[in-house]
């Protein structure tokens, strides 16, 4: 990496942390399972470096089996290192200034840009890497600048879990939900059979943001434009839900785990959350279903994708460019995609994989349409400027549903902030 990039590295670290501060998609937990460690370089023995957010994943896993494959098919060995989500991110940009990165780095989606902008991160123009059969909605959280970085691994988004029991007490049918004016006729519904109509995160951090983009997006609303009136119309929608009593005021400090739970008592008609949630709904025992986010006027409304990208970062020595794009074909070649997808409880990148998935797990079927209606965060060339937009619409959430501003007026002062 040359000297400019690295004196980059300071600022992109700053940026970075405001990005992963919040959990949001992630599969992963726990803190890591090591030490940073070093790259070893080549005239070590052939010896190459993977760091992952998967700490979960002991030396016994199918996972880090499924590495050590990859690095006998290409004829290396495979130094694995796991670490928490937001540790990775510091451990990268600090190896990056040291000029010691992993030979492959697997890395939260959102945080790509920011990395790559700072000179971090290969392009797939300069390894050769083919992206040719990734969905392009996904791949687009990896492009800055024209160029991609990586390429995703798998992805997890939001949709709406339902629960049978209430709709069916509360009178109301599932399929006529279809917009916004449907879903809040049928929360009234449920409030008057005496249940709860519907729990969400609206935290105030980027699990708040992340949360309340599909009804942002949903709304016609873009990013550049924090105040315009589609997007006053998606905060006052969450809004109203609060003063008529369809949402808790819960809903303020929740986050996607404490809102899950609420759900989880099966008193709630609806509850926001992602693809990670389908094991603890079979173990709740709740006879439920799933439906996209609905978009003002109809439709699936676009959801911010969640899941990592396997990166290639910048080395002194490009010659291991080629092992290093053999290993990630490798990690994301179908079969491998299929497998740790299923793993990880994520939806394929590609569309081969997807039909694989739907077919072996129908309940994924309406998980893979939402992926495919869904939108990377830092896409439409926001790139660093997305953790900025998005710390002034989480605070403009936090104000307009706690009653200290009005849903216009909070968001106002969010663009105004941002510009």
């Known amino acids: 990496m040359n000297r400019s990039a690295r004196r980059r590295l300071t600022a992109a670290a700053l940026t970075v942390v405001a990005v992963t501060t919040g959990a949001t998609a992630c599969s992963s937990s726990g803190s890591g399972s090591g030490s940073g460690g070093t790259s070893t370089k080549a005239s070590d023995g052939g010896t190459y470096t993977i760091w992952d957010p998967y700490p979960q994943f002991d030396k016994s896993s199918a996972w880090t089996k499924l590495l050590d494959g990859c690095g006998t098919e290409a004829g290396v060995k495979i130094k694995r290192t796991a670490f928490d989500t937001s540790d990775l991110t510091n451990k990268a940009l600090l190896a990056a200034q040291q000029g010691n990165s992993a030979d492959v780095l697997i890395i939260d989606n959102p945080v790509v840009s920011t990395l790559a902008e700072a000179g971090v991160l290969t392009s797939t123009d300069d390894t050769k890497l083919d992206v040719s059969k990734v969905s392009p909605n996904l791949l687009s959280a990896g492009q800055s600048g024209g160029k991609t970085y990586g390429t995703p691994i798998g992805a997890n988004t939001l949709a709406l879990y339902y629960n049978n029991k209430v709709l069916k007490a509360a009178g109301v049918d599932i399929s006529s939900v279809k917009d916004w004016k449907s879903l809040t006729a049928a929360l009234a519904k449920v409030k008057a059979a005496g249940k709860k109509g519907i ?89 439920y279903g799933v439906i996209p986010v609905p978009g003002i ?115 106002g002062s969010a663009q105004s902030a941002v510009k």
């Open 199 to 287: 729990t969400f995160s609206a935290i105030g951090t980027e699990e708040g943001s992340f949360q309340f983009l599909p009804w942002y997006w949903g709304s016609g609303a873009q990013l550049t434009a924090l105040d315009s009136d589609k997007a006053v119309s998606a905060l006052s929608l969450w809004k109203d839900w609060l003063g008529k009593g369809y949402a808790p005021n819960s809903v303020i400090n929740n986050t996607q785990t404490t809102s899950w739970a609420e759900f989880a008592t099966g008193d709630y008609a609806f509850a926001e959350n992602g693809t990670w949630q389908l094991g603890n709904a079979d173990k709740a025992g709740l006879d």
């Open 297 to 411: 006027d109809g439709g699936s409304a676009a959801a911010p994708t969640g899941g990592e990208f396997v990166t290639i970062p910048v080395q002194d020595d490009t010659a291991r460019y080629a092992t290093t794009q053999k290993l990630v074909s490798c990690l994301t070649n179908s079969q491998n995609l299929l497998d740790t997808d299923t793993t990880l409880s994520y939806v394929a990148p590609t569309t081969e994989v997807q039909d694989k998935q739907a077919a072996a797990n129908p309940k994924l079927k309406p998980w893979v349409e939402a992926v495919k209606a869904a939108r990377g965060r830092t896409g439409d060339n926001l790139g660093t400027k997305y953790p900025k937009i998005s710390e002034q619409l989480w605070k403009a959430v936090q104000s307009a549903l706690s009653g200290s501003a009005s849903p216009k007026d909070a968001l």
